[in-house]
């Protein structure tokens, strides 16, 4: 079976993004950049809602195909690995009533699930096929999983800026079992691996 994984940034006060939907108040650097290059290698399916799909599919499609640059930290060749494995995986959208455009980048590679089947799609996709079933950002969409038992595992990696006004990443109680905990050199940020209760 496969395990559904959420790996989300958060300010070290548990926000998910600043306030106004703010997410570049995030300390997202080169320790999150890597962990990210992780998490997608170990995927088989990537699941976002219709937010997160918007914004991902305007942003690495162009990282992934740009050239080389050191000196530019979004073009390192880290991140350009990232986009190129988004490009590759196939994408679960949950949303209602959202299309995704015909000239999309990801258009070919991204099924579109309405929020009421969802769970059953989510409970499909762990029966089948190879790898996690990894969701980043999201919140939404993943917090309504964890009503369903769908969630097995929670990565936080959890930055040194508290953003009090911001969105907190969960909307509901949630007991968690810790897994481990990873240190990055040169960063300030802290991953925290949970493991869902059930």
Same mark, same amino acid.
């Not at 930290?73 to 490009?87: E, K, S």
């Not at 590679?109 to 769970?119: E, G, L, N």
């Given at each position: 079976?496969? &395990?559904?994984?959420?790996?989300?940034?958060?300010?070290?006060?548990?926000?998910?993004?600043?306030?106004?939907?703010?997410?570049?108040?995030?300390?997202?650097?080169?320790?999150?950049?890597?962990?990210? !290059?992780?998490?997608?290698?170990? #995927?088989? $399916?990537?699941?976002?809602? *219709?937010?997160?799909?918007?914004?991902?599919?305007?942003?690495?499609?162009?990282?992934?195909?740009?050239?080389?640059?050191?000196?530019?930290?979004?073009?390192?060749?880290?991140?350009?690995?990232?986009?190129?494995?988004?490009? #590759?995986?196939p994408k679960v959208v949950v949303s209602?009533?959202?299309?995704? @455009?015909?000239?999309?980048?990801?258009?070919?590679? $991204? &099924?579109?699930?309405?929020? #009421?089947?969802?769970?059953?799609?989510?409970?499909a996709e762990k029966e089948h096929g190879?790898?996690?079933?990894?969701?980043?950002?999201? *919140?939404?969409t993943w917090n309504g999983l964890l009503?369903?038992?769908?969630?097995?595992?929670?990565? !936080?990696?959890?930055?040194?800026?508290? =953003?009090?006004?911001? &969105?907190?990443?969960?909307?509901? @109680? &949630?007991?968690?079992?810790?897994?481990?905990?990873?240190?990055?050199?040169?960063?300030?940020?802290? =991953? !925290?691996?949970?493991?869902?209760?059930?």
């Amino acid at each position: 079976m496969r &395990t559904v994984v959420v790996s989300n940034i958060v300010s070290l006060d548990g926000s998910y993004e600043g306030p106004g939907g703010d997410v570049m108040a995030l300390n997202t650097d080169a320790a999150f950049d890597a962990y990210n !290059l992780e998490r997608i290698r170990a #995927a088989g $399916t990537v699941l976002l809602g *219709r937010r997160s799909f918007e914004g991902f599919s305007s942003y690495w499609p162009h990282v992934a195909d740009a050239p080389h640059d050191p000196g530019n930290r979004a073009l390192d060749d880290v991140n350009r690995a990232i986009g190129r494995r988004y490009d #590759a995986l196939p994408k679960v959208v949950v949303s209602d009533g959202f299309v995704v @455009p015909a000239d999309n980048p990801w258009h070919g590679t $991204t &099924t579109v699930v309405p929020r #009421a089947d969802a769970a059953a799609r989510i409970a499909a996709e762990k029966e089948h096929g190879r790898g996690d079933v990894l969701v980043f950002a999201s *919140r939404t969409t993943w917090n309504g999983l964890l009503d369903h038992g769908l969630v097995d595992e929670i990565h !936080l990696m959890v930055g040194p800026r508290a =953003l009090p006004g911001g &969105t907190p990443v969960f909307d509901r @109680p &949630t007991d968690l079992r810790l897994l481990g905990t990873r240190r990055f050199e040169g960063s300030d940020n802290v =991953l !925290l691996r949970y493991a869902v209760r059930r």
